[in-house]
């Protein structure tokens, strides 16, 4: 049996978990099941800690749903199809509870639960607005995935210190984001999804926060990339490209977004 601190409890009850999944054929699909197996292994071990967590699901098989659903998910189907318009109603179902601090991380990310609540504390001692985990460095990661990720750290780090002044080298790429409920309304949920829609609308948002005011800051956590992923992801030579446009869409929203915040300025 696990035993968790009162302090990581009480934190956890005062905090929503909102994320987005889509997994059609877990039981066919060898991505699909690896995948949903590190999702439902997210969901148990946040419940079992006493968080709340919201899914917005884009049409995963039922008996996975059913799944989240015995763990205490309050599950909503996807209204409108796209990776930004899924993110924002997470967010909106998230922001529906009446929970202080909203957490948006992709399903996968199971290693990251158990280092969540320390990210937690900064907001509830009013220290930060806005917390980005920092995993670095990214040795448990697929190689091409490393070189992307710290290249597009480095580079968006440099913008914003560039246009905003903003000196912290935040680890964007890391992918959870750790808010008040005013971040993410005024940030997150009101991203109109002027450069793509897609992986950028949890990226663009950071900008606007620091643009806002808002105190963001990066939190070092100790997180390693299950081994179990990283094989299936090793072996598909297509995620090397996909890391790269990554890299290349993600780094041109942020310097468009920080752009016309100066031209307007």
């Known amino acids: 049996m696990i035993l968790f601190s009162d302090l990581e409890r009480a934190i956890a ?3 929503t978990i909102a994320t987005t999944t889509w997994y059609p054929n877990p039981e066919g699909n060898a991505n699909d099941k690896i995948r949903s197996e590190l999702a439902l292994n997210m969901i148990r071990r946040a419940s079992d800690r006493g968080y709340g967590i919201v899914v917005v699901d884009g049409g995963s098989h039922y008996k996975l749903l059913n799944k989240f659903a015995a763990l205490g998910v309050a599950i909503y189907d996807q209204e409108k199809t796209g990776m930004g318009v899924g993110r924002r109603e997470a967010f909106r179902e998230g922001l529906d509870f ?3 601090v909203i957490v948006w991380t992709e399903p996968e990310k199971s290693n990251f639960i158990p280092e969540l609540w320390k990210t937690i ?15 670095r460095p990214l040795n448990s990661y697929p190689k091409v995935q490393q070189y992307a ?6 580079a968006v780090s440099r913008l914003l210190n560039e246009y905003l002044g903003y000196e912290e080298n935040l680890d964007l790429w890391s992918g959870p984001r750790i808010g008040t409920r005013k971040v993410f309304e005024n940030c997150f949920l009101t991203y109109d999804g002027r450069y793509g829609d897609d992986w950028e609308s ?3 948002p950071v900008a606007d926060a620091i643009i806002q005011g808002y105190k963001v800051i990066g939190f070092k956590i100790n997180y390693t990339h299950p081994a179990s992923q990283r094989k299936i992801e090793d072996a598909r030579i297509d995620l090397d490209s996909r890391r790269t446009e990554q890299l290349y869409v993600l780094t041109n929203a942020i310097h468009a977004r920080l752009k016309e ?5």
Request: charged share 30%; hydrophobic share 45%; aromatic share 2%.
């Open 13 to 15: 009850e005062e905090t």
């Open 98 to 100: 009446s929970n202080e």
């Open 121 to 135: 504390i900064p907001i509830a001692e009013e220290r930060a607005d806005l917390v980005i985990p920092d995993r």
């Open 149 to 154: 990720e710290n290249a597009g750290n480095l």
């Open 202 to 204: 949890i990226f663009v």
């Open 261 to 265: 915040h100066a031209q307007a300025a």
